[in-house]
């Protein structure tokens, strides 16, 4: 889960918005590839294991979205939510949830002929939009005062660099809304666990050669985990969290050419870049169905280079927050299989009575702007009661330090 810059306004101003947010950002994610939330998202995710460890696995598909924004509120605003009961927490996943049904096509017919919008009046998708987005704003505006005068004013958030006056920007605090989220990543890799399980000995081996069985993986270990990292970006390429990608609109008049075809795209066109087609491009991909990490390694078993990826966008449009998302994403896998073995459930579908039938086709699948899996069980089992002490013991003494999870003001 990540924070991007809002842009407000149109035209110029929104331009120039969008291009302060971008810069403000870029200095953030600096910080973050520098290693500066690498201890939160480690005790985040170790918080994670602690709690799926605790219940088998009962309720993961919650302390997956606990996870995913802890990390990014608590980096951003401060806000450390380890249970996902909080109220602050609730509001911002109802939030969330109402701006991903408000952006989805089918949401209202001013998604799919924005032209409409220029019949004047209290038109239903415009009081659908204004009501979302006073409640948006009273939302974010309690947790910037937070981050800034309340009780996280001592913490080096995101928030703080973006409020701080002495910078050529100055305060543009008023930025700092709206995130999107890596948890649909991490339900999509619970699923691949258990649809195509043939690569997980491999994984777990290159793990415990580097690690050993008596600490959990941390982000030093990240260099020496090749195929962890092939599996991180499987798991973006295999179910794009965003299947159609966001859409973008073109500048200029231009001429694309396809398969020996040219197409005309006028100035103003609506364009949408569908990220399930370009991850599941057969020339790219072979067998592009299954969930094959090897993919990314070459022959010597190393990544291979010139990686790219649409799961974040693409152009002046690329999620800014891609370094703290990938982060987040390896050091949850990381730690998971290093701890767990991950299997179906033998519960019964509720709905059927009948044992639960996994899927990863579209069926499976809900959701138009995103494309989260439908909710499934999972079994959470421990490679050994070792590798559980082991957990328990470190949250045990993280939990001790948490007033620290991120670096304090430095002295000017």
Known sequence: MLIQPRCIGGGSKQN???????????????GVRAGETEPLQQIEALLNVTHLLDDGGRNWFHHIDRVSASMALTAAFGLHCPTGQEPDFQEIITCLAELVRL?????????VLPFLDIIPGPMPWRKRAQTYRKREDALYSKLTTRAISG???GMNTWTAVFAREDKPEGDQRRLMNQFTGTAISMHTFILACILHPQWISRAQGEIDAIVGE???????????LPFVEAVVRETLRWRPAARFGL????????????KGKEYFIPKGSIIFAVTWAIEHDQERFANHDLFQPERFLDDTNNLKSGYETSAFGFGRRVCPGIPFAERSLWINIAMMLWTFNISRSEVPDPRTGLPFKYDDSDLAFSGE????????PAVFKPRSIHRAEVAKQEWAECEKDLNVLLPRHREQ
Do not use: C, W
């Not at 952006?103 to 998604?111: L, V, Y």
């Open 369 to 376: 702007l995103s494309n989260p899996p439908l909710e499934f």
């Open 151 to 153: 009780e996280a004013s």
């Open 247 to 258: 859409p973008h609109q073109s500048t200029a008049d231009d001429v694309v050419e396809y």
């Open 16 to 30: 120039e918005t969008h291009f302060i947010g971008r810069k403000l950002m870029t200095g953030v994610m600096a």
């Open 103 to 111: 952006s989805t096509p089918s949401a209202s017919i001013i998604n």
């Open 214 to 224: 008596d600490r959990l993986p941390s982000f030093k270990d990240r260099p020496h």
